[in-house]
């Protein structure tokens, strides 16, 4: 295994861990269906999305990086062939913020097309909100972000570090924003302002169309700050607001893994 992969899962299991554990101690809302009941569909949405994403995409994203700068392709490349230390360094930060906008904005139109809705739908479907709600992508959506990302990298000309730095802090970021747990307000006020937190993804959970269409962000706050789609409270205090949606009630046979892969193809693509 490549020292890359090395880093992304370690960080995965311990944010996993940490988060798994905190869910079991201080959970913030109680969940109709058990853990097993949801937990081996959604985890199995992992394997399914890297065996597709592999099957499909050969190339990793740090394989089309290098390739790029090799071949003098993408924005970077082309502005700062030759480049010191410090245009390096700028340009891993910016990289970083570019694949981050980007995945905003990616997930912002998968609730606005309809035909993305009815594959990202699977993900809000999920009745409970915790840790592998953050998993919980199905295979389709997993190839379209990696297509996206790819094109980003590519046009860009985003350097190998900026990628391995965005995609730990992303599945990491997606473990964290999911979990079950409530910070105390103080806190989650104040980290509010800067990064997206459990209550906030909370809301963008909602039953409500108009919540979930808000807190697009994965990691950081400012981009639905910016593009005018963050929303600090929900019609409903954290505890009591609907979560998933009104159409896949929280049964077991819809939290199966067959179902969850079935649901984008078995599911008018009404709100
Ligand atoms: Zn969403």
Redesign the pocket.
């Known amino acids: 295994m490549d020292t890359t992969s090395v880093i992304r899962l370690s960080v995965f299991i311990s944010v996993f861990f940490i988060m798994a554990m905190l869910e079991a101690f201080l959970p913030a809302r109680k969940s109709t269906l058990s853990r097993k009941e949801r937990w081996v569909g959604n985890l199995s949405m992992v394997v399914f999305g890297a065996v597709v994403s592999r099957l499909l995409v050969p190339a990793s994203l740090v394989g089309m990086s290098l390739w790029a700068s090799e071949k003098g392709y993408g924005l970077f490349n082309i502005l700062f062939a030759s480049n010191s230390t410090l245009v390096s360094a700028v340009l891993v930060v910016v990289g970083v913020l570019l694949l981050d906008v980007v995945i905003y904005w990616q ?1 912002r139109l ?2 606005t097309i309809p035909l993305l809705w009815r594959i ?1 739908k699977m ?2 479907a999920d009745s409970h909100v915790d840790t592998t709600t953050g998993l919980r992508f199905h295979p389709i959506e997993i190839v379209i972000s990696l297509g996206v990302k790819t094109a980003a990298v590519v046009a860009f000309g985003v350097p190998v570090l900026a990628i391995v730095i965005f995609e730990v802090a992303l599945n990491g970021f997606a473990l964290f924003n999911h979990a079950n747990i409530r910070l105390p307000q103080k806190w989650d006020d104040r980290l509010s302002t800067l990064i997206i937190t459990q209550r906030l993804h909370r809301i ?1 959970h909602s039953q409500a169309k108009e919540e ?1 269409n808000s807190n ?1 962000g994965f990691s950081v706050s400012w981009w639905d700050k910016v593009f005018n789609s963050f929303k600090s409270r929900a019609h409903e205090s954290d505890d009591k607001l609907p979560i998933g949606q009104r159409d896949v009630p929280p049964t077991k046979d819809n939290a199966s893994m067959l179902s969850l892969l079935r649901q984008p193809f078995s599911r008018p693509a009404k709100d």
């Open positions: 997930h998968f609730h990202h993900h809000h963008h979930s697009f």
